[in-house]
């Protein structure tokens, strides 16, 4: 018996008999494309009593406004809870949340409605704060506790103990290119959809669930993006969903492209964190134990917090031993945008509240930060080299990387050089820091660590190479074009890089956590290699050799590795393949190996492997202003064998830069009624070109090849952001020169000059409130 | 002659005046009202152009080279023109209030923000975006210099980086002063231009990758300054083939 079912009607049967089956001249080109505009809360939470849409639908060009009651599925766009209605139906949940999407010819006749689309609001009391959030116990979720061994104890016997607090700001995307998505419907009851989106198959997903379609009727195909940096992960699929329902009511397509200031204020960002700790270590500046309660604003919905969260507790500890810990993490519910993936996912978040801690930690010792720092440093086999959450570092490279930038920064000499400055200058300071970074790569979630990818051969010897990662400028269609083409033995021009489409590559993960090369490189030489198995065979026989077993692939040439001068050109094998009826397309497929994680015990091996760096950045504060001048960074980073050393260095450096934006200047500013009141780049400040330091080295770690990843390359995207913290530990160095040696530099964040100028003028302040600041533990 | 004299203080004075401040405190070229080029369109008879004018209006505009004519209402800006009536969407929006640079085109050779200039007001003027920069196959230098020096990484600022940098060298050229110029008798020349010359002139425009090292070497490179660096003409050449 055939397991096959039995086809039980053409399938495009009904469309033939209904005049639905389009052909290619029935096709619509995505002229007369209509154009979305929101119609945004004006209250950060409020009851909708009553929509008017009579004034809006009288203005010419409007076509239809989307309520909740047109979206055919379901009303939620949310990516792990179904938390997230895509339009509200009773309550707005924060100011700029889009109540209703108005369709029109053209973006102006949109816009035009949309300000006559009248909304009557009862406002209600909101949430605007962790710390309000933490008062009144409004979470997402329960604590969250990783433990180890017994800190209680330990921090009773620590011969010293200090407690204190981080609070930190989240950080908007600002990618150049806004939300943008666009549909096309076929009338089939088939969707296609263009979208600036970090993560096609969730798109797909989201965009069929609000349609209530089966996830095949909806291709999603994203060509490249104006920059992501996380912020198009799930935060891309309200939009594409917005233009789908759109195009479902229309029967036209439609396209959504946000306008800047909406996108600042609909959109979510990195989450502010406020971590609350007590900190126990020796005479000589040894951590002895830590407790760390870490509030995350997750915002109005669930979003991505929960592994947002994780990642900054298991990021809690950088690059530093702590034998006694305990780090509990809570996701406060607040009536803001829904925070969200933004490059590092929590990492950073989590690691400068142990950079601030080492620091204090040193002063109080009136012991050199970096001493202590490197005192701490995970070390040798074994429990001292081993994390939190239970694992070994095992190819420890953070002396490596420590050591080399302190030669190549000559940080010993210019410390001296910067002391004597110091004592010259009375209003202008400077200081020098150097930090390590440590950061685990993998998806936290175990299910994403899994790429796909397809390679399809012509007869001609050109190739397609798909796979599932998305571009968005960090060059992952570069590099994997290189595997490809090494990978084949074949030169570069032969490939087209296709969109990335999830009809092609179907169930990717997204484009995130670093893990775009190491993850879909794999994919894409697992395809090439089973290419190669087919083409082998043909190859040997077209050079009249026994076994296709030693048969060499390299510049365009197909040879057996112990007769090279007998050769076949690759295209000559592909037109033979075909002839002989070999398949020439192949998909490729990767699981990352050994990687496991225990939610209960909060232990496993969570991460594949650790990306290294470190970087001395030295600034000079003036004293009037509180401005800041980043006079020289120095970076060596490991990367691996660098897939793409101009690549690398690329995000290297832009991955800095943007973490020092969101150290030093990127200031999100909410007022008493939750309005974000920096939404346009008039008033939220992201570096521009004059900001990067004049001397900027960069240097990737030498001999750095990694077991067991692709050609021995390591991921490069998020780690480098976290480099910026020596700038944040540099200018605490230079206040700290302004003051009698102070034993703690607290300085806001971001570190903006009125921040700094109110930590210059706290330094004598601190010192003795240090003794009676407030017990903040146990609200965990 | 005590004019011509005049005419090249005063243009000199001009450039400085029209370096704007934005709120991030960085200088961009201000927009055509301070142009000296403009001059010769400001003693043309002005009835015509100050009649009211309602609904849409034929506008006729030559972008590279070409004359295009579009109707369209009068408070359309250039860039919308560019995007949404003639398809050339190389020019970006970022903002669409002039904050962030991407929309940058050339107007008769000098840089404006697309997204802040109404496309009626550039009748008769020469508009050359990122589009109009290639001649046949080949590359406008600052174009390869780019691709050289890394300068972009998901290249949406970059058309509008590209622009601000050629309208650089020209400003350079005719002897522009910037904000952080030190003496404005002597303004600073192509091959001596300062890094911070640089990067004060192009501050302008924002790149959220953070390609500035790029940029600033890709302007360094183009000014004859430096050489393109060994390992970039490696890359062009695998990549281009
Ligand atoms: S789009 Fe014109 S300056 Fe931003
Ligand atoms: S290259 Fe992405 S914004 Fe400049």
């Known amino acids: 018996m055939s397991n096959i079912e039995p086809r039980k009607q053409h399938e495009s049967a009904i469309g033939h008999v209904t005049g639905k089956a389009t052909y290619t001249d029935d096709q619509r080109q995505p002229v007369g494309m ?14 909708i009593l009553n929509r008017d849409l009579t004034a809006a639908q009288a203005i010419p060009g409007v076509v239809t406004i989307l309520l909740p009651e047109d979206i055919p599925g379901e009303n939620d766009t949310g990516p792990i809870a179904h938390d997230e209605p895509l339009l509200p139906t009773d309550t707005v949940n924060y100011w700029g949340q889009p109540v209703a999407w108005v369709v029109g010819e053209t973006e102006a006749a949109a816009r035009q409605g949309a300000e006559r689309v009248f909304v009557e609001y009862e406002p209600l009391d909101a949430v605007l704060s962790i710390p309000q959030a933490i008062a009144m116990e409004s979470f997402h979720n329960s604590p969250q506790v990783c433990r180890r061994s017994d800190p209680d104890t330990a921090l009773k016997t620590a011969p010293h103990v200090l407690e204190g607090e981080v609070e930190m700001n989240g950080q908007d995307h600002f990618y150049l290119e806004t939300q943008t998505s666009w549909v096309v419907p076929d009338l089939e009851g088939n969707y296609l959809v263009y979208a600036s989106t970090q993560h096609p198959t969730e798109t797909q997903h989201i965009v069929a669930r609000v349609l209530g379609v089966p996830s095949n009727r909806v291709v999603v195909t994203c060509l490249r993006m104006g920059g992501g940096f996380g912020g198009k992960e799930s935060q891309a699929n309200p939009m594409a969903a917005a233009a789908a329902i759109a195009a479902a009511k229309t029967g036209r397509p439609v396209r959504v492209r946000l306008r800047r200031h909406h996108d600042m204020m609909i959109t979510g960002k990195r989450h502010g964190y406020l971590g609350r700790y007590r900190v126990g270590f020796d005479a000589e500046g040894k951590l002895l134990a830590l407790d760390l309660a870490l509030y995350s604003d997750g915002g109005w919905s669930l979003d991505l917090s929960p592994p947002v969260l994780l990642r900054a507790m298991l990021h809690a500890d950088n690059a530093y031993y702590i034998p006694h810990m305990e780090v509990r993490g809570q996701i406060a519910k607040t009536n803001r945008v829904s925070n969200t993936a933004f490059r590092g996912f929590g990492g950073p978040q989590g690691m400068i509240v142990i950079e601030d801690i080492v620091d204090r930690v040193a002063r109080s010792l009136n012991l050199p930060p970096e001493v202590v720092r490197e005192r701490n440093f995970y070390h040798g086999e074994g429990e001292t080299n081993t994390t939190h959450y239970g694992q070994e570092l095992v190819d420890n490279r953070l002396m490596r990387v420590w050591q ?52 399809l051969i012509y007869t001609d010897g050109s190739i397609q190479l798909n796979h599932g990662g998305t571009e968005m400028g960090q060059g992952l269609h570069t590099k994997m074009l290189q595997v490809a083409a090494k990978a084949l033995g074949v030169s570069l021009e032969r490939f087209r890089m296709m969109p990335t489409s999830t009809d092609k590559v179907p169930n990717s993960s997204a484009t995130a956590a670093s893990s775009g090369a190491d993850l879909n490189g794999q994919a894409v030489k697992d395809a090439c290699e089973t290419l190669k198995q087919r083409l082998a065979p043909v190859a040997t026989k077209l050079l009249a050799l026994d076994t296709p077993e030693e048969m060499v692939f390299a510049d365009n040439w197909v040879y057996c590795r112990t007769y090279p001068s007998a050769r076949v050109a690759f295209d000559e094998v592909v037109q033979a393949a075909y002839n002989d009826r070999v398949s020439l397309s192949a998909t490729g497929f990767y699981r990352t190996p050994n990687i496991y994680w225990d939610p209960e015990t909060y ?111 390591k991921a490069v995207g998020e780690p480098p952001f976290m480099l910026a913290m020596s700038v944040r530990e540099a200018m605490r160095a230079a206040i700290a020169a302004f003051g009698d040696n102070p034993t703690y530099v607290p300085l806001a964040l971001p570190a903006t000059p009125e921040a700094t100028l109110r930590a210059i003028d706290g330094l004598s302040a601190a010192t003795s409130l240090e003794a009676a600041q407030p017990a903040s533990s146990g609200v965990l | 002659m005590p004019s011509d004299s005049r005419k090249s203080l005063g243009t000199s004075r001009r450039r400085f005046l029209g370096q704007a401040l934005t709120a991030a405190g960085t200088a961009i070229v201000a927009p055509k009202v301070l142009d000296p080029n403009s001059a010769a369109e400001a003693q043309q008879p002005l009835v015509n152009r100050h009649l009211p004018i309602q609904g849409e209006t034929p506008v006729t505009l030559m972008i590279n080279g070409q004359s295009h004519t579009v109707t369209i209402e009068p408070r359309v800006t250039l860039l919308d023109v560019l995007r949404e009536r003639l398809n050339l969407t190389g020019t970006k929006k970022g903002c669409d209030h002039g904050q962030c640079g991407a929309c940058t085109v050339l107007v008769n050779g000098d840089r404006i923000y697309s997204c802040l200039a109404l496309a009626i007001m550039q009748e008769g003027r020469s508009i050359t975006t990122i589009e109009g920069l290639t001649t046949g196959e080949q590359l406008h230098p600052v174009q390869a210099a780019f691709i050289e020096n890394d300068g972009f990484q998901c290249g949406y600022c970059t058309p509008g980086q590209i622009c601000a940098s050629i309208a650089l060298l020209n400003e350079v050229k005719r002897g522009g002063a910037s904000a952080v110029t030190a003496d404005l008798t002597h303004p600073p020349e192509s091959l001596t231009l300062s890094e911070a010359e640089i990067k004060e002139r192009l501050s302008g425009n924002l790149c959220r990758c953070s390609a500035y090292n790029g940029i600033v070497a890709a302007v360094q490179q183009v000014l004859g300054q430096t050489p393109p660096s060994p390992a970039a003409t490696i890359l062009v050449q695998e990549m281009t083939g």
């Open chain 1, 603 to 713: 232990k496993g091996r969570p991460f594949y492997y650790f990306a290294y760096g470190a970087a001395v950045s030295e600034v000079e504060i003036d004293g009037f202003t509180g401005t800041f001048k980043l006079r020289q960074v120095d970076i060596v980073h490991d990367v691996g064998e660098s897939l793409n050393p101009l690549v690398d260095k690329g995000q290297i450096e832009g991955g800095f830069v943007q973490g020092m934006g969101w150290l030093t200047m990127e200031e999100l500013v909410w007022d008493a009624q939750g309005r974000l009141r920096t939404h346009a780049p008039s008033t939220y400040k992201i570096p521009t070109v004059s900001e990067i330091p004049d001397k900027f080295s960069v240097t990737l770690l030498e001999r750095a090849a990694q077991d067991g990843t692709i050609y021995g390359s």
């Open chain 1, 404 to 455: 080399s930038v302190q030669a190549q920064a000559q940080f010993v000499d210019r410390k001296a050089a910067i002391a004597e400055f110091n004592q010259a200058n009375p209003y202008k300071k400077r200081g020098i820091a150097v930090t390590p970074v440590k950061f685990g790569i993998s998806f936290n979630k175990k299910t994403y660590n899994q790429a796909g990818a397809l390679i």
């Open chain 1, 34 to 47: 209509l154009s979305l505009y929101p119609v945004l809360s004006p209250h950060a939470k409020a009851r």
